[in-house]
Each structure stands twice: as C-alpha cells, then as structure tokens.
C-alpha cells in the first residue's frame, strides 16, 4: 500500500538464471520415430487402409465400365424429377 493504484504483484524469483537451462533432450533413433508414427494408430489401421484403397480403385473401375449412360427421354435422372 505503498500508493494508490500501484501494482501490487512482484517477481520474487529472478528468471534470468543460466543455471536452469535443461539439457537438450536427446536425438531420436529409428525406433523412437516409428513408435511416434504409430502412436494412436489401431492394430488394424494399415489393414483398414489398405481395404479403403481397394474399394477406391473397385469403384473407380466400375464407373469406368460403365461409361455414359444416354437417356431414352432426355431428362435427367429419376432422383432429380420435381414431381
């Protein structure tokens, strides 16, 4: 209560100390890379990928197989008919 409106908060501690530097953590082996890759991965996420793509590329076989379709009445497809 030195004067009114003053600060009234001080640092009792001096952070300007070169004692506390930590040691720089140490380098990361081969080991220590693939666990971080794998980290919250499932045990069936590569397999679950792997099936993605497979029916990615199924999908878009299909769909080139089955080319353009032309329409008897010129419209376009049921699903998009305002009735």
């Known amino acids: 209560a030195d004067e009114a409106g003053a600060c009234q ?3 009792k501690k ?3 100390d070169a004692d506390d530097e930590a040691p ?3 380098e990361l082996d081969a080991g220590d890379i693939e666990l971080l890759k794998t980290y ?3 045990p ?3 397999a ?3 099936v993605e793509e497979d029916i990615k590329s199924s999908e878009a076989r299909v769909k080139e197989l ?3 379709k032309d329409s008897d009445t010129g419209l376009c497809i049921p699903s998009q008919w305002d009735l």
């Open 40 to 42: 919250g991965k499932g």
């Open 24 to 26: 720089p953590p140490p």
């Open 9 to 11: 908060t001080t640092n």
């Open 66 to 68: 089955i080319g353009i």
């Open 48 to 50: 679950l990928k792997k």
């Open 44 to 46: 069936y996420t590569l």
């Open 14 to 16: 001096s952070y300007d």
